[in-house]
């Protein structure tokens, strides 16, 4: 067990802000804390998850035509689960040695991953140790003493000094092979606050996992001359603040369990904003549905768009049919419209407040209205929580300028109508083109004006 003195120490030496000089091209955007930034340029990673393909079952050809179908409909980027490649049940020598690194067979396959994304121009979160899956199996975990391991629970897994070794070890191996590949983030860990798995939270497991964090963040700055993002996710439905608090990591990496698409959409613009006190970057990293399958595909366009007018990001996860991965055509094609929807966003400015006034819409009741501003663009989603035809009125309060506006159909997945006009008052009214589900939009001000008594005052021609 950690002992406090040391503990106290690790603590006090993380309490100090630490700024690293990236040499990675991917970085925290300069003025959009929401935000990456990619060779200086915004960027949101519209991720998928491919962890499945660690499977060494699975050739190279089907990692090839994965990565490449993926880029085809506008992913951006990937994010890999290293221990996917091991199942538990299997021999643990067949993917590590007794030393905690890594078989070459495992490397062998996360190489083909990575030069198959850098073909397409994807870069990788790679997510060095998947503690919730750890912890979800451990009572058949080979690590187990039960099992003829040497750890009684997960704490000694993760902070006794032969486990110690082993992470240390693994991680070396690890940033060595692949700290000049085209890497995102280091995901320090998957699934990290394993205490909120249980009812009620056992919280026994926070002080050694924050002292598991700290040491393996101070090793990764030590280690890794390019400096990379780092990153922690956490199990489905949790916001550990004591956590977030003290965790030393760039981005936070949320995970949606949902059997409701409605109680989904309106619950991450919250989930989201609750963490960005914080000023990271939040993606919701992955999704999982529990409900029907006839309405998974609505929960997952509800995650996706929801988060984007959070200006954030939701990864894409596989289906399973029987036990075979795949990624579904609607659900690409989802991602690629929100894409299109992000290159007519300036991501570039800095983010508000949520807004005072937001979005009024006649008849009321019958939405739910997901909105956020950054820089001069004020980014939103509009929910009918029951499908229909009726005729809609936008109003928003805002201030006199040139505005251009932009109008999004999400399910043919483009631009519907798109002008720039002159505002001369403070209140602006629009008619939305027709939307049966759901409509996403952009309010740009291009360029503010002062108030002219003998200025007409105009309203957009619709």
């Not at 960027?43 to 993926?70: I, Q, Y």
């Not at 939305?432 to 291009?446: T, V």
Request: net charge neutral; with cysteine.
């Amino acid at each position: 067990m950690i002992q406090k003195k040391q503990w106290i120490a690790w603590l006090t030496v993380f309490m100090v802000p630490y700024i690293a000089i990236a040499d990675s091209p991917i970085g925290i955007h300069k003025t959009n804390f929401y935000a990456l930034s990619q060779n200086g340029n915004p960027f949101l990673p519209v991720a998928a998850n491919v962890g499945f393909l660690m499977d060494l079952s699975l050739s190279e050809d089907a990692v090839k035509e994965t990565l490449h179908r993926l880029a085809a409909f506008g992913v951006n980027s990937i994010r890999v689960v290293i221990d996917n490649a091991y199942k538990i049940g299997e021999p643990l020598d067949k993917f590590e040695a007794f030393d905690g690194s890594l078989k070459e067979p495992v490397l062998a396959r996360l190489d083909a991953i990575l030069t198959e994304a850098e073909k397409q121009g994807m870069p990788a979160i790679l997510a060095l140790f998947d503690i919730e899956s750890v912890a979800r199996q451990w009572e058949n975990h080979p690590r187990n003493k039960k099992n003829g391991g040497a750890c009684i629970d997960v704490t000694e897994y993760l902070t006794k000094p032969d486990q110690v070794k082993r992470t240390a070890l693994r991680l070396t191996q690890i940033v060595a092979r692949y700290s000049k590949r085209n890497i995102l983030a280091w995901e320090l860990a998957r699934g990290v606050n394993i205490w909120d798995l249980q009812t009620p939270p056992q919280n026994e497991y926070l002080q050694p996992i924050q002292f598991w964090i700290m040491r393996t963040v101070d090793q990764l700055r030590r280690i890794d001359d390019r400096k990379h993002l780092t990153a922690l996710s956490y199990v489905p439905n949790s916001l550990p603040f004591s956590l977030m608090q003290t965790a030393p990591v760039d981005l936070i990496m949320l995970h949606i369990r949902s059997e409701n698409p409605l109680r989904t959409a309106m619950s991450i613009q919250s989930f989201i904003d609750a963490s960005r006190q914080y000023k990271k970057p939040i993606f919701i990293a992955e999704t999982t549905w529990t409900g029907p399958s006839d309405h998974r595909e609505e929960f997952t366009k509800n995650t996706l768009w929801s988060a984007a007018a959070s200006c954030g990001a939701a990864f894409l996860m596989p289906q399973f049919v029987g036990d075979i991965p795949r990624f579904s055509n609607a659900e690409l094609t989802q991602f690629k419209a929100f894409q299109l929807f992000l290159d007519n966003v300036d991501l570039g400015g800095v983010p508000r407040p949520p807004t005072p006034a937001p979005i009024q819409i006649t008849p009321p009741d019958s939405y739910f209205i997901v909105e956020s501003i950054v820089g001069n663009d004020r980014l939103f989603w509009v929910l009918r929580k029951n499908p229909g035809k009726s005729k809609d009125i936008f109003t928003f309060q805002t201030v006199e300028g040139q505005y251009e506006y932009l109008w999004f159909n999400t399910d043919a997945g483009e631009i519907d109508r798109k002008r720039e006009f002159k505002l001369t008052r403070k209140t602006l009214m629009l008619d939305p083109p027709h939307f049966e589900h759901d409509i996403a939009g952009r309010l740009r001000l291009m360029q503010p004006i002062s108030e002219s008594k003998g200025e007409k005052k105009e309203k957009p021609n619709e």
